[in-house]
C-alpha cells in the first residue's frame, strides 16, 4: 500500500508491522520516524542492513524472540537495497504482533523489488518522501520565527534556505543555532546569519572531523565509504580539523579554570548546539591539552605537505583520519 507522507499522521500505524520510507529527504524520513513511529514502543534497535545480511538468523530470533518485559519492539533498519527482499519477504509470512519494522532508504527505481513489494501489498505500507521546495522550506523558517516570535526579513530567510541547500535537516539546525544565538534578543542581521550558518556541503566534512576526534571509528568509516570526496573537499576537512582543535584547546582551558567538564562545555561561546554537546564531551575526555596542542602542529604539516602532493592528498587526508581513529 502506498501511502503519501502528509497522510501518515492520519494513518493508524499500529495495524502494520512493515513500513518502508524511501527518498531523498533525508530529514523528512527522520522527523516521520520522530513523530509518528517512536510513540509506538520504547523497545527500539536499529540495524544497518549490512549487519543483518552478515547475521540474519540472530536478527530473526532477535524480532521473534518475546518476553514477558518485552513485549512491543520497534526495528528499525538503515540503508536498505533488494538485497534484504527474501527476509523481508518471510518475515510477512510470520506473525509479527507487537512488530513493527521500518526500512529506510534513499531514491529507490520503480523496478526495484522491494519497492513494488511493500507497494502492491495491502497489509505493509510504502512511503516515498520526495525532496522539498523552497516553497515547503520557507513555510517551516516562517513558523519557526513566529512562534520565537522573532523579527526576520524575508530577504534573511531566503538566504537561510539557500544556505540549507534544499534540505530541511540542514535548514532545522541553522534554526536550533540561531535560536540558541537568541536567547537575549529577538532579531537577527544577515551578518550574524553568515557567522552562524554552515553551507550545507560542508556538513559530512563536519560531521567526519568531530567523529574522527571522539574516535567513533564506524562512523568514521560510513561516511568515508558513502562520499566521493574530491581534493579540493581535503583542505576543507583539514581547516574544519584546525577549527575544531582550537575550540577544543578553549574549551579545554575552561575545564581547568571550573574543574568541571559540563560547566565549561555550557558556558562556552558561541554556545555549542544541545545535539553536539556529548561528542564534545567525549573529544575532551580523549584528547587532553597537549595532544590538543599536538594536533595543530600535525594538522598544519599535512596542508603544506598537501599542497606540494595535490595527487595524493585524498590518500594522505584519508590514511590521516584512520590513524586518528584508532
Known sequence: MILKSYEVEKKKLNNYSLFLLYGNNKGLIEETIEKNFKSISKNIFNYDESEILKNTNDFIEQILNKSFFDNEKLIIVSRVTDKIFRIIEDLKDKKLNDIYIILKSSSLEKKSKIRNFFEKNSDTVCIPFYEDNNQTLNSLALKFFQEKKINISQQNINLLIQRSKGDRMNLKN?????????????????????????????????????????????????????????????????????????????????????????????????????????????????????????????????????????????????????????
Open 174 to 326: 541553522e534554526l536550533n543555532k540561531i535560536e540558541l544565538f537568541l536567547i537575549s534578543k529577538k532579531k537577527i542581521e544577515v551578518s550574524e546569519i553568515l557567522k552562524l550558518t554552515n553551507l550545507a556541503e560542508n556538513f559530512e566534512l563536519t560531521d567526519l572531523v568531530d567523529n574522527t576526534l571522539a574516535k567513533n571509528k564506524r562512523r568514521i568509516l560510513t561516511i568515508l565509504n558513502e562520499n566521493n570526496f574530491v581534493p579540493e573537499d581535503c583542505i576543507i576537512i583539514l581547516r574544519v580539523y584546525l577549527s575544531k582543535l582550537k575550540r577544543l584547546l578553549k574549551i579545554q582551558e575552561e575545564v581547568t579554570k571550573f574543574k568541571d567538564v559540563d560547566k565549561a562545555i555550557s558556558l562556552f561561546k558561541p554556545p555549542i548546539f544541545w545535539k553536539d554537546k556529548e561528542l564534545v564531551k567525549q573529544q575532551i575526555k580523549i584528547l587532553n591539552y597537549e595532544k590538543i596542542r599536538g594536533l595543530i602542529k600535525e594538522i598544519n604539516k599535512l596542508e603544506l605537505n598537501i599542497k606540494k602532493k595535490p595527487l595524493l592528498s585524498i590518500k594522505i587526508t584519508t590514511n590521516f583520519l584512520l590513524e586518528q581513529a584508532i
